[in-house]
């Protein structure tokens, strides 16, 4: 049984270049979705989705295994970031920011299998952040890229660049929200050595 993995599948799109920005193509992919708000680190929400999007993304990749024989890795965990002030996401007042948590999944899941896999899961542990779970395909199209390597919180200089010195250069603007991919597990990995994609779809400024 083959087994898929996006990040072999997609390469151009999960292994950009740390030193600059670099542009993609990013197609349609069918997500896994919570909704929330508030500093990732003091609201227990975010946790909590984490923890809900996980259960269910598992869940799904065993029964696809077992009744379709379709195997694959799961994603890593991602995130849609946004502001009413963009400055409020760059100088970091993070009470004041937007996020979806989301972890695309293959072609072949469906809204049914996901609505199952998440019956399943709650019937395992409890899971508040269940109640709000969405499916839909997030299309990014265009986007610029980089991976950061370090903490989290030492992103709003690459941020600033991106937004005050690369996109104008190029004559780009945003369009859609900061995305940022998770490839390293801050459980597990010293902050210096994590490494995020940061995401910016954009379009030809007019």
């Known amino acids: 049984m083959d087994k898929l993995d996006f990040k072999k599948l997609h390469r151009e799109l999960y292994s950009?270049?740390?030193?600059?920005?670099?542009?993609?193509?990013?197609?349609?992919?069918f997500c896994l979705m919570i909704d929330g708000a508030g500093d990732p680190n003091k609201n227990p929400a975010f946790g909590e989705a984490t923890e809900a999007l996980y259960a269910v993304a598992y869940t799904l990749k065993f029964t696809s295994k077992k009744e379709l024989e379709r195997d694959y890795t799961v994603?890593?965990?991602?995130?849609?970031?946004?502001a009413d002030d963009m400055a409020d996401f760059i100088n970091l007042r993070k009470d004041r920011w937007q996020w979806t948590l989301l972890i695309p999944q293959p072609e072949w899941i469906t809204p049914a299998m996901a609505s199952q896999a998440a019956e399943a899961a709650v019937k395992k542990k409890p899971l508040p952040a269940i109640a709000s779970l969405r499916c839909m395909v997030l299309n990014e199209g265009r986007a610029v890229q980089i991976?950061?390597?370090g903490p989290y919180s030492?992103?709003?200089?690459?941020?600033?660049?991106l937004h005050h010195e690369y996109l104008p250069q190029q004559k780009l603007v945003p369009r859609g929200k900061h995305h940022e991919i998770y490839l390293g597990d801050p459980r597990k990995t010293e902050p210096d050595r994590l490494k995020t994609i940061l995401r910016q779809p954009v379009a030809k400024a007019r």
Do not use: C, K, N
Request: charged fraction near 20%; hydrophobic fraction near 40%.
């Open 147 to 149: 991976m950061h390597i």
């Open 16 to 29: 950009p270049s740390a030193s600059q920005f670099t542009e993609v193509e990013v197609p349609p992919f």
């Open 154 to 161: 030492e992103e709003g200089p690459v941020l600033e660049r």
């Open 75 to 82: 994603p890593a965990l991602e995130g849609l970031w946004w």
